[in-house]
């Protein structure tokens, strides 16, 4: 298979920064709108993946080591956990912020309401260390399939 | 018959269409798009079956990392027709 023309590189490198911001906004806006850390890490690492198939894995993985996609991952699962024992004083996964006037922590207004930011205790937080693990989970599994299928290719030749 | 009804019985007609050219096609590369469209049909559905959440989820995974992996996938073969 060939190079991918220049129309796919450029329409991809058009299409990456709005979905990068599309996909901030549905990990950061997870405790109001449908959506939250899965959906919106699906989505960043969509983008990731549109420039590994668009512009090649050794582009990429010049770039982005595995390593430092695994260390990623790791803070991600490791920050979510941290989180849930920070409220281990009442019980696990304790929404110790919420109410606190703290980061996150206003009381939403009663009723009907646009939305407000910043409200739900530790639910954003949490919403954004699964979708730091999920950006860095699924684009490894791309990025490792893509250098290994190419390797294997060069083999063959 | 109201909008809603309309779409809800023809794109369920729409993914079984995509999913049959899908096991119809000879191309792989070309069965791989239209296992992205039938996918991205179902995200449709699903957002119309007032689901949101999954929609989402279906449009990330189904419609575009699952292509990237098949597209990969197919760079690592050949086609029988070259000869080898």
């Known amino acids: 298979m060939s190079e991918p023309s220049k129309i796919v590189k450029t329409i991809a490198s058009i299409i990456f920064p709005f979905t990068m911001v599309f996909g901030i906004y549905v990990i950061l806006h997870g405790h109001l709108t449908p959506g939250g850390g899965f959906q919106g890490g699906a989505i960043v690492a969509s983008g990731i993946v549109l420039l590994l198939v668009a512009f090649g894995s050794a582009e990429i993985a010049k770039r982005v080591k595995e390593s430092h996609l695994s260390i990623l991952e790791s803070i991600g699962a490791l920050s979510f956990i941290s989180l849930a024992l920070l409220g281990l004083s009442t019980t696990f996964f304790y929404n110790f912020l919420a109410g606190s006037n703290f980061i996150f922590g206003r009381i939403p207004p009663f009723g009907s309401n646009p939305g407000d930011m910043n409200t739900g205790g530790v639910l954003p937080l949490m919403n954004i260390s699964v979708g730091l693990k999920v950006i860095a989970g699924l684009s490894a599994i791309v990025l490792v399939l893509s250098l290994f299928a190419r390797s294997r290719k060069q083999r063959k030749r | ?84």
């Not at chain 2, 018959?1 to 049959?20: K, T």
């Not at chain 2, 590369?29 to 996918?39: K, T, W």
């Open chain 2, 1 to 84: 018959m109201p909008f809603q009804e309309i779409i809800n019985i023809v794109l369920p007609l729409m993914i079984v269409a995509s999913a049959v050219i899908v096991v119809a096609l000879k191309d792989l590369l070309a069965a791989a798009i239209a296992l992205a469209v039938m996918s991205l049909l179902l995200s449709l559905e699903f957002y119309m079956l007032h689901a949101p959440d999954v929609a989402i989820a279906e449009a990330g995974v189904g419609a575009c990392l699952t292509t990237a992996i098949l597209i990969f996938a197919i760079k690592a073969t050949r086609r029988m027709e070259d000869g080898r």
